[in-house]
């Protein structure tokens, strides 16, 4: 066989499926990323970064956390991500991906079980590929499927530590998860909690800490957020007790073998977290936006949810990157979402309403939308 046959053969027929993936560069409005709050360009990260190159932070940290790469900076951002979110402790990592498999990877044991919804990261997915648990998947959304889920492994003879993961609000089609009732199961069948909160941390909450905000500190919980969406800045922390942090830089490979986040960064979401707490207005101009879209969007007789997520499913893969097409070509940088992203039969247009636009934008997506085939 040719060098990379397979491969080029792989690439032809998503192709011709219209699943072919290629690099755009960004252009026209922004209404696909996840730069909720307008953070990634703000005037005050900028000058936190400006002033921590200033008084001599690192752009590269040189080496893993547990060798010469754990800054100053690092841990500062952990004190105050620990304090902020109001859990006992905090750990930075690379990235959110990396993060959510580092979390299934090394804490779920053999003998134990990781019930999450059908509709959860890719992330924790592979996390999960690589843990030494079983796992459940249940119905989206469905408290009642998560314990029955684990009943029927207890029936069945199971007899470790339930891991019942979720994300508080889901990246492709805005919705929230039941925290409430799941936190019953939780209670009820001795398990532990995992909230993956990327795209509620900085939008939703008390000072922007997320729709879990009101669990922190709890023995059974253990949060993700994300730094890299409405926090403006890259990487992602691990909140939870201090058992778990010190066992996840003891025993999870991708922490101990990866050099650290740049000390650079740390300082930037460190500011971030401050921002976020001294600048409630962004909140409350980004709740009025979505409130607007809403409405700019009901008239159009198209659903809408109430976060900065606002899918617009078309079914077909090549009908949604049509549509992704026409609206860039008017100004709009909208993305096309596809399977293996979502679902087969729903491809769809992500619509993200960010602070990066104003009313009158989002009026003229709407009257764009409108005039698609």
Not at 143 to 158: E, K, Q, T
Not at 167 to 179: F, I, N, V
Not at 282 to 308: C, K, N, V
Request: hydrophobic share 45%.
């Amino acid at each position: 066989m040719a060098v990379l046959e397979f491969h080029k053969d792989c690439l032809r027929s998503l192709e011709r499926s219209g699943r072919l993936r290629v690099l755009a560069a960004r252009r026209g409005l922004d209404f696909s990323s996840n730069d909720y709050l307008g953070l990634a360009g703000s005037d005050r990260l900028r000058r936190a970064v400006a002033d921590a190159l200033e008084r001599g932070v690192a752009i590269g940290s040189g080496g893993s956390r547990l060798l010469r790469g754990n800054a100053e900076e690092h841990e500062l951002l952990e004190e105050e991500a620990a304090r902020f979110f109001g859990a006992e402790a905090a750990l930075f990592m690379g990235t959110g991906y990396a993060a959510n498999a580092l979390l299934f990877a090394t804490l779920p044991q053999r003998g134990d079980l990781v019930i999450h919804d059908a509709l959860i990261h890719a992330s924790a997915h592979e996390g999960m590929r690589l843990s030494r648990a079983e796992r459940i998947g249940f119905a989206h959304n469905d408290a009642d499927a998560a314990a029955d889920a684990i009943a029927s492994w207890r029936r069945r003879g199971g007899a470790g530590t339930p891991w019942l993961a979720v994300e508080s609000l889901y990246s492709m089609d805005g919705d929230r998860a039941p925290l409430e009732y799941l936190v019953a199961v939780a209670e009820r069948e001795g398990a532990m909690l995992l909230i993956d909160e990327a795209h509620a941390t900085g939008v939703f909450g008390p000072e922007g800490r997320g729709l879990a905000a009101g669990l922190e500190g709890r023995p059974d919980v253990l949060t993700l957020r994300t730094c890299g969406k409405a926090l403006g800045c890259e990487g992602a922390l691990i909140l939870g007790s201090s058992i778990a942090r010190d066992f996840l830089i003891n025993r999870g490979r991708s922490f101990i073998f990866s050099t650290s986040p740049s000390p650079l960064i740390a300082a930037a979401v460190r500011e971030a977290l401050l921002l976020l707490r001294d600048e409630p207005e962004r909140r409350e101009r980004l709740s009025a936006l979505i409130q607007h879209a809403g409405r700019e969007f009901a008239r159009l007789g198209l659903p809408t949810t109430a976060s900065p997520i606002q899918p617009l499913v078309l079914g077909e893969d090549r009908r949604a990157m049509e549509a992704a097409a026409a609206l860039q070509a008017r100004g709009f940088d909208v993305r096309g979402v596809r399977p293996p992203t979502v679902p087969p039969g729903t491809a769809r247009l992500r619509l993200s309403i960010t602070l990066n636009v104003d009313e009158a934008a989002v009026t003229a997506l709407a009257g764009a939308l409108k005039e698609l085939p």
